[in-house]
Structure formats: C-alpha cells, structure tokens
C-alpha cells in the first residue's frame, strides 16, 4: 500500500488517537464486506483502511511512520533498503540488519505478515471489537409475559432483543456479535465483532407485586359479593378473567389462579396470580342501614340480658 495512511483514514498528520479511531470505525462500518456483499472495491477498500490503522492505530508504528523509519505498509526503511531489489540478490540485502540483533522474532513476524500475507512467522493479529453497552426499560407486564424490542445501536442499525418471560431487574443481556465490528490484521481479515450488553429495568407496577414466580394483586368486592358470593372479573397479564367468590369471603381472602403469573419458559414453570380480597363499602341503602342498626341494637339487648343473668 503505496498511499499515506493518514490519507486513507481522512485525517490530518497532527489528528489525536481518539480522531484516527473514530474515523477507522466510521470507515469500516462503511466498508464492510458484510455491507457490501459481492462488491470487490469496496473490500479492497475495507483492508486498505486495516493496514492504514495497523500503523496510525498504534502509537509506536505512528511514531516512526512519522520519523520515516518505516513506509505506508509498515516496512522498515533504511538496512532493507537493497533487500529485495538487486537482482540475483535474493535476501542478500537483510545481512547488515541481522548481525547486530536489532529485530526479534516477533518483528520479523509483522514485517513478513505484511508482505506475504501471513505466509511467514506469523500475520499481525486481528483485533476484537468493542461491546455496545445500553439499557432497557420494560413493565411488569412484559416481564411477566415475556416481550421483543428492537433497539437502534446507532449508525442506521437495529436490532431485535428478545426478552424471556420473568427476567430479573437488573438483570443483563448479552447478544454475541452484535457491537462494534472487529478490527482487521494485516490480511484484512477482520476480528469477531463485540457484542452488545443490554441492561434492563422492570418498572414497578401499582397493581401486581412480584413474589419469585408469582404475582399478588389485590381486588376490591363490595359488601353483597363478600356475603352472598358471586363473580368478580380480574385483571391478569395475559387478559381479564372471571373468578368466583364463596360466600361470606373475608378482608384478606386469598384467591389463587393458577399459572396466570410469571408465563413459564423452558426452566421454569408458570406461576401463579394470587388475589387478595378487600371489602369496599360502597354506597350503604337506607333499608340496609336500618337492618344493621336493628341487629346491633338486638346484639346489644341479648348481650345486657346475659350479665343481668350472671348477676
């Protein structure tokens, strides 16, 4: 790659890392083969950014493509000058860099990898690219019931995040693959993407209180349902359902219906809805008001003539 990586990455000479890596992401969102299926220019393109950032990513190589020491493809300059120029002369050129024992293994393995590919020591390593963290909030309805979202990760992307049934506030999820692309090697290979981490929140809810796998409500009867019994309709996750009352029900009778709770999934069983009852008053009538106070005033007398009695 004869072109200025500083060119090939739309930067100036003097740009800070956090310019260049911001402009090596933009580029190689842009080119990606994954984005551009088929196109052949447009990957030429994508591992011409790579190799421009194996140098002007790494503060080292940045400093001595600065100082000329090495060229655009990260090849040293100076003791390889005749190195593989004259003709006949084979490696005859590297004999002066090698005697003083100023390039190791590993850098042979860089300057090689460049040049054939990979097909030396070893090819400069592809990198892996960064995770995507965000956050998610949901009600306690669709914890309960379990739900999809798609999620924009900026960019134009979407992605669709299934959310199973019951998962805990607080809890994370990880979707492999989905962050940041990875960064290519010296082949133009890319490294695995990262993924994306997202955060999730379950709202409290007024109505429903979580216990484990259950849910508790509570529901309000009048006074006529609480003695004679009756239907009463209840709210649940996945739709409103009749429920009986027996007669003379209580303040604080618990109803169960069964797993109409947290929804069950693979490793764990549906839970339960329990109901709660409370008596609500309402609007007393006339005729029932005379009722109580007659029974209370009977109460009374038949409680007097008993202490008369014991006396």
Do not use: W
Not at 30 to 54: L, S
Not at 92 to 120: C, N, R, V, W
Not at 239 to 261: F, Q, Y
């Amino acid at each position: 790659m004869a072109t200025d990586p500083y060119k090939v990455l739309g930067v100036s000479n003097t740009a800070t890392d956090k310019e260049i890596r911001s402009a090596y992401r933009r580029l190689v969102k842009q080119y990606h083969p994954d984005r551009n299926p088929g196109d052949i220019k447009a990957e030429e393109r994508f591992k011409e950014i790579g190799k421009a950032y194996e140098v002007l990513g790494d503060e080292e190589k940045r400093g001595q493509f600065d100082r000329g020491e090495i060229d655009a493809d990260g090849q040293p300059r100076g003791p390889f000058g005749g190195g593989f120029g004259g003709a006949g002369g084979g490696f005859g050129g590297f004999g002066g860099g090698f005697q003083g024992g100023s390039f190791t293994a590993e850098d042979l393995g860089d300057i090689f990898g460049g040049a054939f590919g990979g097909g030396g020591f070893r090819s400069a390593r592809s990198r892996r690219g960064e995770d995507l963290h965000g956050e998610l909030r949901i009600s306690m309805e669709e914890c309960a019931l379990g739900t999809r979202r798609e999620v924009s990760l900026g960019g134009g992307r979407e992605v669709s995040v299934g959310i199973p049934a019951g998962i805990e506030d607080g809890k994370t999820l990880r979707l492999k693959g989905k962050g940041e692309p990875g960064q290519p090697g010296m082949d133009g290979r890319p490294g695995p993407a990262g993924d994306v981490l997202l955060k999730v929140h379950v709202a409290e809810d007024p109505y429903y209180k979580r216990e484990g796998r259950d849910l508790r409500v509570v529901q309000d009867i009048d006074l006529a349902t609480a003695i004679l019994g009756g239907k009463i309709h209840v709210r649940t996750p996945a739709g409103t359902v009749a429920l009986k009352v027996k007669p003379h029900s209580d303040s604080g009778t618990i109803l169960r219906l069964s797993g109409r709770g947290i929804a069950a999934t693979k490793t764990h069983p549906a839970g339960n809805l329990l109901v709660s009852l409370r008596i609500v008053l309402g609007t007393i009538s006339p005729q029932l008001e005379a009722l109580i106070r007659r029974e209370a005033e009977e109460k009374e007398a038949q409680e007097a003539e008993m202490e008369a009695s014991k006396g």
